[in-house]
C-alpha cells in the first residue's frame, strides 16, 4: 500500500526523527558542508519506523523488507528512496556477499554522504566525513573492516562509531558483524567471540553470519562448538566451497581425519586448481601416514609454487619424517629461512630439525632458534622445550634442568617432556626424582612402550638391578622387536661377563638393527679394547643412522687418526 509523506502527519515524523536522532560523534577529519549537513540530518527522516528499524538491523532478513517497502512509497521522495535502495544493496554486495539481489540498483543523479562513504569503504577508506546525523551515517564507514586487513588507521573511530550503533540497537545484526570482524583483524579475538555469537543469533540463515561465527569458536580452539555451527552450515549450503574447507580445517583440528579428507576433497572436486586445498589435503595425508600420495599432491603443487611458506614446511617436513633424508630437509627449511626469515612456523621446524639432526641449521643451532622465538613469544610452549633439547645437546646440564623443571611442571602428562626432564636428571644423577616422573608415568601408562623403555632406563640407570632384571625377563619374551631391542640393551648393563653383554647386544641388534643405542655401545666396548677397526665397523652405522651428528663425525675423525 502506498503512504505518502503528507498523510503521514507530523506525528509520525516525530517518531521517525527520534529513531534517526543524531548520535555521538566520531572522530573526524574531513570537514562537512553545511548544507549537506543540513540535508543528510532529514534526508530519510520521512521513512516510516518499520523501514528504519529494519534498517538499522540491516540482517540480509531485514534488508528484503526495507526494500520491499521503501519500492512501494509515494514517489514524493523518489530519489531518496533511490538512494536507500543503492544503500541496501552495497550493504549486501559488501557484506552478505552470499544473498541474491531481486531487484536492479536505481540509478542515482545526486550525490550524498552515504554512497561516499560506501565507496571510501569499498576503496579500504574510513570515511569520517558523513557528518554523523544518524544511524546509517555512522555505521556506514565501518564497512570498511570488510575489505582491509590492517585495521590499525581507522581502528578507534570505528570502534567508537560501532559502540554508538550498538547503544542505539543493541540487536543490529551489521553493527554486531562489523564489531566482531574490527576485533578479529585487531586481534583481539576473544573480545569479538560475543559479536559474532549475537550476529549469528539474529541472522543464523546467512551464511556469513554463520562462517564467521564457526570461524572465531574455531581460532578460539573451541572445536566441538565450532563443529556444531558448521555442520549446520553445510546441511543450508552443502556445496559450498568455504564452508568445506573450514569444516576440513575444524575436523583436522579435532583429529578426524577422514572427514577432514572428505571435506577438501569435495572442494577439490569443484576446483582441482585450487593450491590452497591442494597443499591442506597433503598436509592430512601426512597426518595420516600416507606418504606417498601426499607426496604426489606436494609435487602437483610444486609445479604452480614452489617457494610457499606451507609447501616448504611440508616438504621438508615429509623429506625428515618418511624419505629419512636429512639433508634435503636441511636444505628445505634453509630455503624458508632465506624468505621468512622471522616466521615463528619456520622457525620451530628449524629449532625441530636442529635437534633432531643434532646440527646446525644456516649456521644457527636449536638454542639459538628457542631463543629467537622466545623473544617474540615468551609463552612459546615448544620454544621452551627446544631450548632445554639445546642445553641438553651442549651438556649444560644445570641450565637444562632450571629450564626443564619449569617446563614439566606445566606438562606434567607429556610424556616427551617428561622423558627429556627423566634424561636430564639422571646426567645429575638425580635419580630420585628420575624415579618418581617415570613410576607416575608407568602407573597411567603401563602397556606403553615408550614409558617401558623409559622405566626401565630408569632402573638400571639407578642401580634397582633386580627390579629391573625382573621386569626385562618378564616382558622380554613377548615384546615387540623395537620394545625387545631396547630390553636387551638394557640388560646388556647388569651382565657381569663381557661376553654376555656382547651377546645382549648383539640380540638387540638382531631385533632391530638401527638401534643407534646399542651400535654406539658396541663401538665404546670395542674402543676400550682398541680393537678400532670393529670399533669403526659400528660408529660407521651409527654415522649412517645420523649424518649429520656433529658429536659422531668427530668420533669418526678421532678414530681414523688412530687406524692411521
Known amino acids: 500500500m502506498s503512504t505518502t509523506v503528507n498523510s503521514i502527519g507530523d506525528t509520525i515524523e516525530e517518531t521517525v526523527n527520534a529513531v534517526l536522532a543524531p548520535l555521538d560523534p566520531t572522530p573526524s577529519v574531513i570537514s562537512v558542508p553545511e548544507d549537506i549537513k543540513k540535508r543528510d540530518h532529514s534526508y530519510f527522516a520521512y521513512l516510516p519506523e518499520q523501514i528504519v528499524i529494519d534498517m538499522q538491523n540491516a ?3 531485514s534488508l528484503r523488507k526495507a526494500a520491499s517497502a521503501v519500492r512501494q512509497l509515494d514517489s514524493l521522495y523518489e530519489e531518496n528512496n533511490k538512494v536507500l535502495l543503492s544503500i541496501i544493496a552495497n550493504v549486501m554486495q559488501m557484506v552478505w556477499v552470499s544473498e541474491r539481489l531481486d531487484w536492479e540498483t536505481p540509478e542515482l543523479t545526486v550525490e550524498t554522504s552515504y554512497l561516499g562513504a560506501i565507496k571510501s569503504a569499498k576503496n579500504g577508506i574510513y570515511d569520517t566525513s558523513t557528518g554523523n546525523v544518524d544511524f546509517l551515517s555512522v555505521i556506514l564507514p565501518s564497512l570498511v573492516v570488510i575489505t582491509v586487513d590492517n585495521v590499525a588507521p581507522f ?6 562509531a560501532l559502540e554508538t ?11 554486531n558483524y562489523l564489531m566482531g570482524f574490527l576485533l578479529k583483524k585487531a586481534g583481539r579475538i576473544e573480545e569479538s567471540i560475543s559479536f ?6 539474529g541472522a543464523e540463515e546467512s551464511f556469513q553470519t554463520s562462517y564467521a561465527y564457526a570461524e572465531i569458536l574455531f581460532l578460539s580452539k573451541r572445536i566441538v562448538e565450532a563443529n556444531l555451527i558448521v555442520q549446520k552450515i553445510l546441511l543450508r549450503f552443502p556445496q559450498n566451497a568455504e564452508g568445506l574447507k573450514l569444516a576440513s580445517k575444524i575436523a583436522y583440528a579435532g583429529g578426524n581425519l577422514n572427514n577432514a579428507e572428505e571435506y577438501i576433497s569435495k572442494v577439490l572436486q569443484q576446483n582441482s586448481s585450487d593450491l590452497s586445498s591442494l597443499l591442506f589435503r597433503a598436509k592430512i595425508l601426512m597426518e595420516k601416514k600416507d606418504y606417498i600420495h601426499a607426496a604426489s599432491l606436494l609435487d602437483m603443487y610444486s609445479r604452480q609454487d614452489n617457494s610457499s611458506k606451507d609447501y616448504l614446511l611440508l616438504r621438508a617436513q615429509i623429506q625428515l619424517d618418511w624419505s629419512r633424508n636429512v639433508n634435503s630437509a636441511v636444505s628445505t627449511i634453509e630455503k624458508a629461512l632465506k624468505l621468512y626469515p622471522d616466521d615463528m612456523e619456520v622457525l620451530l621446524f628449524a629449532a625441530r630439525l636442529s635437534k633432531s639432526a643434532n646440527t646446525p641449521i644456516a649456521g644457527k643451532s636449536v638454542e639459538d632458534y628457542a631463543e629467537k622465538i622466545l623473544q617474540g613469544d615468551p609463552d612459546n610452549e615448544d620454544a621452551k622445550f627446544y631450548a632445554v633439547e639445546g642445553a641438553v645437546q651442549a651438556e649444560n646440564w644445570e641450565l637444562a634442568y632450571k629450564n626443564s623443571s619449569a617446563l614439566v611442571e606445566k606438562n606434567k602428562f607429556s610424556k616427551e617432556i617428561c622423558f627429556n626432564h627423566i634424561k636430564i636428571c639422571l646426567s645429575l644423577k638425580k635419580f630420585d626424582e628420575a624415579w618418581n616422573y617415570i613410576s ?8 606403553d612402550e615408550e614409558v617401558l623403555e623409559n622405566y626401565v632406563h630408569v632402573m638400571v640407570s639407578s642401580g634397582r638391578s633386580v627390579q629391573a632384571l625382573s621386569v626385562i625377563n618378564q616382558l622380554i619374551t613377548n615384546a615387540s622387536p623395537k620394545l625387545k631391542s631396547s630390553l636387551y640393551y638394557e640388560r646388556s648393563f647388569l651382565q657381569s661377563v663381557e661376553e654376555k653383554t656382547l651377546s645382549d647386544l648383539r640380540y638387540s641388534l638382531m631385533s632391530n638393527p638401527r638401534n643407534s643405542s646399542s651400535l654406539f655401545r658396541l663401538y665404546q666396548i670395542y674402543l676400550s679394547k682398541k680393537d678400532y677397526r670393529k670399533a669403526m665397523y659400528y660408529l660407521k652405522q651409527v654415522s649412517a643412522l645420523k649424518p649429520n651428528d656433529v658429536h659422531i663425525r668427530q668420533l669418526s675423525d678421532e678414530l681414523n687418526s688412530l687406524i692411521r
Open 155 to 160: 581502528y578507534e573511530a570505528s570502534k567508537s
Open 59 to 61: 540482517s540480509p532478513s
Open 440 to 447: 607416575s608415568l608407568y602407573k597411567n601408562n603401563p602397556s
Open 165 to 175: 550503533c550498538l547503544r542505539q540497537n543493541n540487536d543490529s545484526v551489521l553493527a
Open 196 to 201: 559474532f555469537a549475537k550476529a549469528y543469533a
